[in-house]
């Protein structure tokens, strides 16, 4: 794996710890509900994280099979 890909499959594995410890973390707080974050709002339900969780770790094998 090349050193672009390497940082790529690095910086994933981080996001992937982060989302899966957000899900934790608001499936035991039981929020399901849009938060206000700046004027922004910003998702925090478990789900939305599981879900990123997943497409992360698909990019970090799709990544690590490419040759």
Request: net charge positive.
């Amino acid at each position: 794996m090349d050193e672009s890909r390497h940082r790529v499959v690095q910086f994933l594995e981080k996001e992937i710890k982060t989302y899966g410890a957000l899900a934790l973390f608001l499936a035991k707080r039981n929020i399901n509900e849009h938060v206000g974050v700046g004027r922004s709002r910003a998702l925090s339900s478990p789900t939305y994280y599981k879900d990123r969780v997943k497409e992360a770790q698909k990019l970090v094998n799709e990544l690590g099979k490419a040759h």
